[in-house]
Each structure stands twice: as C-alpha cells, then as structure tokens.
T-cell receptor, first 118, second 117 residues
Framework: DGGITQSPKYLFRKEGQNVTLSCEQN?????MYWYRQDPGQGLRLIYY???????QKGDIAEGYSVSREKKESFPLTVTSAQKNPTAFYLC?????????????????FGDGTRLSIL | AQKVTQAQTEISVVEKEDVTLDCVYE???????LFWYKQPPSGELVFLIR??????QNEISGRYSWNFQKSTSSFNFTITASQVVDSAVYFC??????????????FGKGTLLTVNP
C-alpha cells in the first residue's frame, strides 16, 4: 500500500547530539513537509520541499536542517542548536505544492516520531 | 497573516450526543482552502474534508457535517450521534492562497473530543 513511513516511532537524544528523523513516501508526491506538534499548540511547519533538490524554511526552522536528494525521502535533522527538541514530529506529503482546484487530494501524514531528551 | 482559531480546547460528551467543533479563520486571500483532520490517540492525522473558498455549500458525510460560512469566517464541524471511536483531537487548517493556494497549512491548536460510553 502507498503511504508515508516515519522512523523510528520513538527516539531519544542526549544533550549536544544531533539526531535524524526519517521520512519516506511511495506516493510519488512532489511536495513534502515536516511539522512539529507540542501539547496544546497544534502543528507548526518546520521545513517544506516543493520538489526534489529544493526546500524552504517554515515558521520554526531554527535548530533544524533537511535535505531532499530523492523524491521519496525528506529526512529531518534536529541539531544541538534546537534547545527544546522534545516534541512529536509529523512528516507529510502532497501530490504537488499547489492545491489542485479540481481534485480532492489532501496532504497525507505519517504516523509521527516522538523525540525525547535523556 | 493567516490564523485559525479553535476556541474549544476540550469537549466531553456522552455517546449518541451531537457535538459541534468550532473553527474561525482569518485570511486576506480571496481564494483559500479549509481542511479538517482527525488525530486519534495513535498519532497520525486522518484527512476528513477540504472546502474551497468559493464553494459555500454545506457537506454531509454519514454522521459528519460541515457548515462553511464566509460571512462569519467559520467552518464548523458537527458529529451527529457521537460514538466512542470519535474520540480524538480534531484540527482545522487553512491553506496559504496568495498567488494560488498551496499546501502550506496554518493549523488551529486543535480540539480534544472525548466521547464517553
């Protein structure tokens, strides 16, 4: 079945460490996204990529980095510069960046990765 | 700037009650898209509906219905005869529309719905 796979489901980081969250999609979608979810805060956009080899900062990009070398993969690195990394991270994709007027294609989400600090 | 407000942080109902989740949005765009997503305890977001700004028809899908009113900038979601399986966090979201709408979504903070047996 087509979908988005995020791994691992749970991740622990020591102070000063970088960690990378994996996001893979087999939906042949052009656009991919990373969101951060904190309790009571809803989802906030970290980075997005409209197409392979391109990515843009979202609303809370500081302390994070991404790459988009392959269409199906959009890994997120949480660097040691991110002072409060404990959160639930969700990856998403859409068939293209622009919302299609005539189709009901939504933004698809993965199951998320919960990152905690040891 | 775009903004989505879900004023109800938590709602608790008894099974078979009807419940309405409120969503109020702000945007300067004339073309935009509104979404509702469900997040069950497992964590993934499940797409429920997308509504275009130029289509104010209300929509019904089984026990779910949506009331879109541009005059009040609201896109409310009603669950009729609620069930325990409806317990989840529900998010309303708005797409950025300047120059053509895209999937850079602005989310509300979500409403936690608990349906008790």
């Amino acid at each position: 079945d087509g979908g988005i796979t995020q791994s691992p489901k749970y991740l622990f980081r020591k102070e000063g460490q970088n960690v990378t969250l994996s996001c893979e999609q087999n939906l042949n979608h052009d656009a991919m996204y990373w969101y951060r979810q904190d309790p009571g805060q809803g989802l906030r956009l970290i980075y997005y990529s409209q197409i392979v080899n391109d990515f843009q900062k979202g609303d809370i990009a500081e302390g994070y980095s991404v790459s988009r070398e392959k269409k199906e993969s959009f890994p997120l690195t949480v660097t040691s510069a991110q002072k409060n990394p404990t959160a639930f991270y969700l990856c998403a994709s859409s068939i293209r960046w622009q919302v299609d007027l005539y189709s009901n294609q939504p933004q698809h989400f993965g199951d998320g990765t919960r990152l905690s600090i040891l | 700037a775009q903004k989505v407000t879900q004023a109800q942080t938590e709602i608790s109902v008894v099974e078979k009650e009807d419940v309405t989740l409120d969503c109020v949005y702000e945007t300067r765009d004339t073309t935009y898209y509104l979404f509702w997503y469900k997040q069950p305890p497992s964590g993934e977001l499940v797409f429920l509906i997308r509504r275009n700004s130029f289509d104010e028809q209300n929509e019904i899908s089984g026990r779910y219905s949506w009331n879109f009113q541009k005059s009040t900038s609201s896109f409310n979601f009603t669950i009729t005869a609620s069930q325990v399986v409806d317990s989840a966090v529900y998010f309303c979201a708005l797409s950025e529309g300047s120059g053509g709408s895209n999937y850079k979504l602005t989310f509300g903070k979500g409403t936690l719905l608990t349906v008790n047996p």
